[in-house]
């Protein structure tokens, strides 16, 4: 049944996203980005030759398959520290180091295609580095608002930022490989991703101006 339906995808058009789709499964299976165009074509339903109508190699689908990440990430990220749009700086940037890791954790095949080492370089696929860059530009904006409103340490926004992902990336990166020290994630990524705000914090954390209206 998934292979006619499949091809009923590539008849009318959507051999591009069928294609993405199935090399998503193959990660999914494997735990790595290692499938060969091939591979994919005969899960498609397709012959060897038609991936390379929207791919012109194995690297630009893998890309492909990141980017798609990367929006989805966003996306998750956007919703979820929207909702904490209300409530402080420092309320928004522990959401959306907690929805960073949520993503991870509930989409690992897409989460190890996005920092696979074999994109390290992204130039070569101006899209994926773009949705990249978009997700490192809204950290970087949440710790600017948060330092013009003395929530944060003084500094470089860059360099923050860079902090508050490492950790962000390194427990996601060990709950994607089960490495959670047997606990439930929830409760692991809420109290990790709180040791991230404190860490933030100025010593002398100044009063908040009111806003005028």
């Avoid at 689908?61 to 919703?79: D, I, K, P, Q």
């Avoid at 749009?85 to 095949?109: E, I, S």
């Avoid at 990249?132 to 944060?152: K, N, T, Y």
């Amino acid at each position: 049944m998934r292979e006619v339906i499949r091809r009923q995808r590539y008849h009318h058009g959507n051999l591009r996203e069928a294609l993405v789709e199935a090399a998503l499964a193959l990660v999914e299976e494997r735990g790595s980005p290692e499938f060969t165009l091939r591979e994919v074509a005969r899960r498609v339903g397709v012959t060897h030759a038609a991936p390379q109508r929207h791919f012109e190699d194995r690297a630009a689908l893998v890309a492909a398959v990141a980017e798609e990440g990367f929006h989805g990430l966003r996306a998750h990220v956007e919703s979820v520290a929207g909702l904490a749009k209300a409530r402080d700086p420092a309320a928004r940037l522990h959401a959306l180091g907690v929805a960073y890791v949520q993503f991870a954790v509930r989409n690992p095949a897409h989460f190890r295609v996005m920092f696979t080492a074999e994109l390290a370089d992204k130039s070569r696929h101006p899209s994926l580095q773009a949705a990249s860059r978009a997700m490192h530009d809204f950290l970087v904006q949440c710790i600017e608002d948060g330092q013009r409103e003395g929530f944060f340490v003084e500094g470089d926004p860059l360099e923050l930022a860079f902090a508050a992902w490492s950790l962000v990336h390194g427990l996601a990166v060990l709950l994607v490989d089960g490495r959670g020290m047997g606990r439930r994630p929830a409760p692991l990524i809420e109290s990790v991703v709180a040791r991230l705000h404190t860490g933030l914090l100025p010593r002398h954390r100044p009063k908040r101006k009111r806003r005028k209206h």
